[in-house]
């Protein structure tokens, strides 16, 4: 079975920081996706990387997968209080079934 | 915006209660997920379905809990009897497998709260 580790668990930052979120896989991932989540909401689709070492980028969100395709990162530029969430990373395995890493939880304080 | 729709958003039940969750996927999607998210164990996957039929229902208890698709327009999880432990967050999720894939939508969950 595929796990997904997700760091850090929890970060609180203040408006305006740069940070950066990992997912890691004990498996190469057959599709990466990453999710954001917000409080009473459920997972909102930000991104599907596929090819190892692919970059995409999303406003201030830049998503990179490793050329491995067994991790990938997520960094957000100049944070605002609106990126608040729950991150999620989630891998297709077959049968397209979805499977998700633990999360981490982003603050950012204005 | 298309949208997975569920009801009830909230809901609280005493516990042997039977509980029936219900899910609308988005027209033209051909796979249904059920998942189960607590703050213990995240997203877990209970079912899913591809054309209506059950693909993969082996995170469910299966002695408890059930999920069908009568149709394409309606997904439904049951458990009975509930118990404290299946207070939960529940999320139905639908997408359109296929070339080129576009990810899947979820909905806004049902919260369960067993007393």
């Known amino acids: 079975t595929q796990l997904l580790e997700q760091s850090p668990q929890f970060l609180s930052i203040q408006e305006g920081e740069n940070l950066t979120v990992y997912c890691n896989s004990s498996s190469v991932f057959s599709s990466l996706q990453w999710y954001r989540q917000e409080p009473g909401e459920g997972p909102v689709l930000l991104v599907t990387v596929v090819t190892g070492g692919e970059v995409k980028k999303l406003k201030r969100l830049t998503f990179q997968f490793g050329d491995a395709r067994k991790d990938s990162s997520l960094h957000i530029t100049a944070a605002q209080p609106g990126d608040t969430g729950l991150y999620l990373c989630a891998d297709m395995e077959y049968g397209n079934k979805l499977v998700f890493g633990a999360g981490t939880i982003l603050r950012v304080k204005s | 915006d298309a949208r997975v729709t569920q009801t009830p958003r909230d809901k609280v039940t005493e516990m042997g209660q039977e509980v029936t969750m219900r899910c609308q996927p988005i027209?033209?999607?051909?796979?249904v997920f059920w998942y189960r998210q607590t703050m213990m164990q995240g997203l877990e996957l209970l079912a899913y379905f591809r054309n209506r039929a059950p693909l993969d229902d082996s995170g469910m208890p299966k002695d408890r809990f059930s999920a069908e698709m009568p149709d394409a327009t309606l997904a439904t999880l049951k458990i009975q009897p509930s118990e404290p432990r299946d207070s939960a967050v529940y999320f139905c999720a639908s997408g359109l497998v296929g070339s080129p894939f576009y990810g899947y939508t979820f909905g806004s969950g049902t919260r369960l709260t067993v007393v």
């Open positions: 027209l033209g999607h051909n796979t």
